[in-house]
């Protein structure tokens, strides 16, 4: 097991306002002080990536390299002391690649991270997870479990099934393999389903749903609304129950099922279009 201890370099304050500009003020914050890293990291085809931060945006994509490149930033408002506090911790076990931010657990740092992560497209993906931060993941493969709290996840251009859940975000989910459950309270659900290995759950508390559905699936429908419509558009549905706020039915011979749901919003059945 090879593990990597990140050390960040830090950046004076009066560097940051003369190099990046990026220095700001605010009625009860100090001064922006931030530090980066840049590292590179051995890939194989059987590597697997996973990632696990605290309190920042996480973005993926790939790239024509053959090594795993991060690029990270911390920020904070609070003082350099704040910046030293946190960690980003990367571990090599056999054939998986673990980035992780740590946090000290009897304190409340007030430190942000950012990262920025390009893989090479036989990269794998498993978990991406974070708090606070956007999820943004496009062109890669595997079936990767995404999730956050307030903020958005956004996947696109994935070979493989999606997992996605937000506690107060939206979750745009489009041109993957397949998906599994997408969940989110706040925040409305939009996505493509091609394809789905089980029963799957696409359900919202307070958000519209719309979806784009491949008219060769074979699928059981359940849809269902407390305060608010069901419409399709061009769907070819069997439907077997037929109420304004619920429906069920079946698309092509029926098989697992979709069960869609909201509470506070619409929800939107679509054929999707090649």
């Not at 994935?158 to 107060?168: F, M, P, R």
Request: glycine share 8%; aromatic share 4%.
């Amino acid at each position: 097991m090879n593990k990597y201890q990140i050390t960040f370099l830090f950046l004076a304050t009066i560097a940051i306002a003369a190099v990046s500009g990026c220095t700001s003020y605010g009625p009860d914050l100090g001064v922006e002080e931030v530090e980066y890293f840049s590292g590179e990291y051995e890939a194989t085809n059987n590597t697997t990536l996973n990632v696990i931060n605290v309190n920042g945006q996480i973005e993926i994509d790939s790239w024509d390299g053959n090594t795993i490149r991060l690029d990270a930033t911390k920020r904070t408002y609070h003082g350099e002391e704040e910046l030293e506090k946190v960690h980003i911790i990367v571990n090599e076990i056999d054939d998986e690649l673990k980035v992780e931010t740590k946090y000290p657990s009897y304190e409340n740092v007030r430190v942000s991270v950012d990262m920025k992560i390009r893989i090479p497209v036989n990269t794998t993906l498993e978990l991406i997870k974070t708090t606070n931060g956007d999820i943004v993941i496009t062109d890669t493969k595997g079936n990767v479990t995404a999730m956050t709290t307030n903020r958005n996840i956004a996947i696109s251009n994935i070979e493989g099934y999606v997992v996605a859940t937000s506690s107060n975000g939206a979750l745009d989910i489009r041109r993957t393999t397949g998906i599994s459950d997408l969940k989110t309270t706040n925040g409305k659900i939009e996505a493509h389903i091609l394809d789905i290995k089980e029963d799957v759950d696409v359900r919202c508390t307070n958000g519209g749903i719309i979806l784009y559905i491949d008219p060769s699936l074979d699928a059981d429908i359940e849809m269902e609304t407390t305060n608010g419509h069901i419409s399709m558009n061009e769907v070819e549905l069997v439907v077997t129950r037929l109420e304004s706020t619920h429906v069920e039915g079946t698309i092509g011979e029926g098989g697992n099922k979709i069960d869609i749901r909201t509470t506070n919003g619409n929800v939107n059945l679509n054929k999707l279009v090649a």
